[in-house]
């Protein structure tokens, strides 16, 4: 995907995260993806969690679930369209739904101010967001900032 397209809907969706935090009145992590999923923001219909994988959460990465788990929620508002609370359509890629679970999980203003603290590192992050270490890495990465442990 070319790099302004990319920003084009990163901004789209660091805005759309920013109104389901809200919406939940969440201020700490971890993000309830599962409360979520199961007590959807009003104009969503429930996520039918079926559609997940037991495989999730038994490989490689601890908390890869919740990152399956986001990318289904961004999968449902896509699909379901315009409503009432999601008043725009957003963009359906892999990397689409990559990026707005791993900002829905780690939210940029949270992690801004988590990497503040001293001694903090990638494994810390990891437990405290659930988060797998990769996505730390990355989430960090984007905010153009450095942990212990990259």
């Known amino acids: 995907m070319e790099q302004s397209g990319a920003a084009d809907y990163q901004a789209q969706l660091d805005a759309l995260v920013e109104r389901v935090l809200d919406y939940y009145k969440l201020q700490r992590p971890p993000v309830p993806i599962e409360r979520m999923l199961?007590?959807?923001i009003e104009g969503l219909q429930q996520v039918d969690m079926t559609d997940l994988?037991?495989?999730f959460g038994i490989?490689?990465?601890r908390y890869e679930y919740r990152m399956a788990m986001g990318r289904l929620l961004y999968r449902e508002v896509c699909r379901q369209g315009?409503?009432?609370w999601a008043a725009q359509e957003y963009p359906y890629s892999t990397e689409a739904a990559r990026y707005f679970a791993s900002v829905l999980l780690v939210p940029t203003p949270w992690l801004l101010k988590a990497v503040r603290r001293p001694l903090i590192n990638v494994a810390t992050l990891s437990e405290t967001y659930q988060v797998p270490d990769?996505?730390?890495a990355t989430r960090v990465t984007q905010i153009g900032k450095r942990v212990r442990g990259m």
Request: proline share 13%.
């Open 134 to 136: 990769y996505v730390i």
């Open 59 to 61: 490989g490689e990465h």
């Open 53 to 55: 994988s037991l495989v």
């Open 38 to 40: 199961a007590h959807p």
């Open 82 to 84: 315009p409503s009432g």
